[in-house]
């Protein structure tokens, strides 16, 4: 199973909007609603941010959300704050029963 | 919100096995999962595969297949992991985390991972 492809990197002044996509196959993000997206400090566990495409934890800030189209997923953050500089993975079932990350995205934010 | 605790760091030869546990706070896990993931130093996330205690059963990834195994002890709601035939590639942190049902299967309850070192 082939790793989701994300960008290696993103960056985003404070207060802007980014979007980091995440693509796969008709036999993983296109097939199922079951994405989630993970944030990564340094040094830290991953944490979840979205699961089921779009949808937030409690405790997560709505200024992250999830969506997906086709075999695109992507994780939009609003309103750049210091403390989103982090990994980003996104991951999704496959209709082997199994899972799959993408290589991640480090976010900078400026 | 399961608190899940991980066995401490280890050293072994390549060739070795090593088997990390992966203790949960909660002996109800109804439809939930507990998946295993791998990260190597300055790497990404890798999915190893993940274990039902429902079903008593385990999915592995094809990069694992034959070489991981994974099991739960339900007496002590504790979670391993088992991996054999250790190389380098596998000097990685090791995380347990559970994924909820109720969640689209989102994976909100992470151990503090396992850091293991294969080194002869």
């Known amino acids: 199973q082939s790793a989701l492809t994300q960008p290696a990197s993103v960056s985003g002044s404070p207060g802007q909007s980014i979007t980091i996509s995440c693509t796969g196959t008709s036999s993983d993000v296109a097939r199922y609603p079951f994405v989630s997206w993970y944030q990564q400090h340094p040094d830290k566990g991953p944490k979840l941010v979205i699961f089921?495409?779009?949808n937030r934890p409690s405790g997560v800030s709505n200024r992250f959300s999830g969506s997906k189209s086709g075999n695109t997923a992507s994780l939009t953050i609003s309103g750049l704050q210091a403390e989103d500089e982090a990994d980003y993975y996104c991951s999704s079932y496959t209709r082997r029963n199994t899972w799959v990350f993408g290589g991640g995205t480090k976010l900078t934010v400026l | 919100q399961v608190q899940l605790v991980q066995s401490g760091a280890e050293v072994r030869k390549p060739g070795d096995s090593v088997n990390v546990s992966c203790r949960a706070s909660t002996h109800n896990f109804g439809g939930d999962y507990v998946q295993w993931v791998r990260q190597a130093p300055g790497r990404g996330l890798q999915w190893m595969g993940w274990?039902?205690?429902?079903?008593?059963?385990?999915t592995y990834a094809d990069d694992f297949e034959g070489r991981v195994t994974m099991t739960m002890d339900a007496s002590s709601t504790t979670f391993f992991m088992e991996v054999s035939s250790l190389t380098s590639d596998d000097t990685a942190i090791f995380y347990c985390?559970?994924?909820?049902?109720?969640?689209?299967?989102?994976?909100?309850?992470w151990g503090q991972g396992t850091l293991i070192t294969v080194s002869s």
């Open positions: 274990f039902h205690p429902g079903s008593d059963g385990a």
């Open positions: 089921g495409v779009n």
């Open positions: 985390a559970t994924c909820s049902s109720d969640a689209y299967l989102g994976c909100a309850n």
